[in-house]
Structure formats: structure tokens, C-alpha cells
């Protein structure tokens, strides 16, 4: 009601935090994971922000939301003690400070993941450049999850492979496959934001002829009736590559398998701990053989190959 309220007197913007109890039984049926930074609220509390355009009437619109909230009472609604705070914020605070803790970092042998933003020169040839803006999209390099399917797409990758990357988010890996050597990856993803964002990525890498990007359920446009000259890639194609959710993944594992050639690769990688024997389970009754398994922290990644 009070988020309401902020909205209503003119606010473009409004966040709820509430007190974090990491003891908290979280609900993980889909595979979800909790990293969320302990704050100084009272148990009970929360603290809502408004965010208003420099020059508003501050004084009037506080006074207009303090005696609405007071009105709640009237319902039996306690508010609390409602207590308020004023500060100036520049936009550039929350647009762009993130961008100070992302730096260039090398995140396997051949490759270096690159912020737009950074100046960075490579220290050999051999070192592989990607510039990423990530944009709202997953997929900075610094997951745990992203990092493990780059160093195992460097294992597998063969020049001239023609790759599938289900569930793109920024394109980091789509790219990542063209400069280890694959000569057109198929990116796909559900999300538009993801779409968009590797569309950037893809420009700003200059490989806009070597990645081809649909808005997709999993691999659903590959029974869409459009051909290899659309798609980029013939299938059955040499590698798929997948950093999802591992229930997400446990239910395309026969589509892969089909898309995919005799001694093809498959990398699914999004894999907490917990759920590695189900995926393990999964892969190898769809027909697979385990080649290997890659871990970093509680995170697994699995390269399986068709029989």
C-alpha cells in the first residue's frame, strides 16, 4: 500500500528491503540459489525508497504520503512507525557504479573477458579478447557457472564446429565459441532482455556473421520450419552448449541429443551440487557418456557426448 502510495505522489521508481534472515527456508524447487547480503533492518521492518525527479515538491509530496499512511489505521492497518528520510541521488550512482567492480579478468587459457568500458590489451595472440556489455542480461564471466562452461567449450571446441548456445542471456559464450574456432553459433533464449543484450555483444565483437540469434524456447525454433540458411547452422551440429537452471535442463536432454551428431558435445553447466546426480542421471539415460566433469565452488558443469 505504501509502495503504492510512493507511486501515486509521482515516484518513477520504488524498492522494498526487508530484514534478511538467512535462516530463512527458501523455496529451491526450480533449482533457485539465495545470495543475499545481510542489512542492518530490525526483524519485522522494512525500509521502502521512492525515487522522484530533481525538483519535486519534497515537502508536499512527504506530507501527502505521511497522511495516507496515517489513514491506513482507520482500516486496522498498523504502519508502524513510519519514520522518513530525504537524500539527493545522481542517476549515475545506480546506473553505473557497478561498472567500477567489473574488471578484464581471464578466465581460461585462451580467453579474456573484456568490459566495454576498460582499456585492455592482450598479452599474446593466442589470448582471445570478448568485449561484454552485459547489460541486464546473465553472464558477466565472474559466475562460477559461466566461467566452467568457457574453460570446457575451450576443451571441446574444434575450428570449424558449428555450436548451439540454449539460454545465450548476454551472448558471452555464443562469442566466446567463435574466437576458440566454431564458425557460426546458433543463440538462443526466451528472455527479449537477453535477446537484445547479445545482439549488442555480437555488434560490438564485430561477429554479427557468425552468430545468429532467436528469441526461443530451448531449442522450439529449431522445429519451427526454418533452415540452415536462417539458422546459421546445420543440424545435427557438433556441440550444444547449455547455462541454465538444471531442472531447465533435465527437460530438453532428448532434444539435444537429437540435435546433436554422432560424437557430439554437450556442456550443461547452471548445475548446484545438489541436483549433479539427477542431471548425471539424466544425461545418461537419454544416451549419453559423461566425458567429463568440471566443478568450481558448489557448481558443476558436465561434458557429455553422444554415444
Not at 512527504?62 to 489513514?71: A, S
Not at 545468429?212 to 533452415?227: H, Q, R, W, Y
Request: charged share 25%.
Amino acid at each position: 500500500m505504501i509502495s503504492n502510495f510512493l507511486h501515486e505522489s509521482g515516484a518513477g521508481g520504488v524498492s522494498i528491503e526487508e530484514h534478511v534472515d538467512n535462516n530463512k527456508p527458501r523455496d529451491t524447487s526450480l533449482g533457485q540459489w539465495f545470495e543475499i547480503p545481510p542489512n542492518d533492518i530490525p526483524e519485522g521492518e522494512a525500509k521502502l525508497s521512492g525515487y522522484f525527479p530533481e525538483g519535486s515538491d519534497m515537502d508536499a509530496i512527504q506530507q501527502e504520503i505521511q497522511e495516507r499512511i496515517e489513514e491506513l489505521r482507520e482500516y486496522d492497518i498498523d504502519p508502524g512507525a513510519a519514520e522518513f528520510s530525504l537524500r539527493d541521488v545522481s542517476e549515475d550512482d545506480w546506473a553505473n557504479n557497478w561498472k567500477k567492480y567489473f574488471k578484464p579478468i581471464r578466465v581460461s587459457d585462451r580467453l579474456t573477458i573484456k568490459p566495454t568500458w576498460e582499456d585492455y590489451r592482450p598479452a599474446s595472440e593466442q589470448e582471445k579478447i570478448i568485449e561484454l556489455d552485459p547489460g541486464m542480461a546473465f553472464g558477466t564471466g565472474t559466475h562460477p557457472t559461466t566461467a566452467l562452461c568457457l574453460r570446457t567449450l575451450e576443451s571441446v571446441i574444434q575450428e570449424g564446429d558449428e555450436v548451439i548456445d540454449v539460454g545465450t542471456g548476454s551472448g558471452i559464450l555464443a562469442i566466446g565459441a567463435v574466437r576458440l574456432g566454431a564458425k557460426h553459433v546458433l543463440a538462443l533464449d526466451l528472455d527479449p532482455i537477453a535477446v537484445t543484450s547479445t545482439r549488442e555483444n555480437t555488434q560490438l565483437n564485430g561477429l554479427e556473421q557468425q552468430i545468429s540469434i532467436f528469441e526461443s524456447d530451448l531449442l522450439a525454433v529449431l522445429k519451427s520450419g526454418k533452415g540452415a540458411s536462417e539458422l546459421g547452422v546445420t543440424l545435427p551440429v557438433r556441440v550444444v552448449v547449455a547455462n541454465i537452471l538444471a531442472e531447465i535442463i533435465l527437460l530438453f536432454i532428448d532434444d539435444v541429443y537429437q540435435a546433436l551428431q554422432p560424437g557430439g558435445y554437450y556442456i550443461a553447466s547452471g548445475i548446484y551440487k545438489n541436483k549433479e546426480k539427477d542431471v548425471e542421471q539424466g544425461l545418461v539415460a537419454a544416451g549419453f557418456e559423461i566425458a567429463h566433469t568440471a566443478r568450481e565452488e558448489d557448481w558443476v558443469a558436465f561434458v557429455a557426448r553422444k554415444g
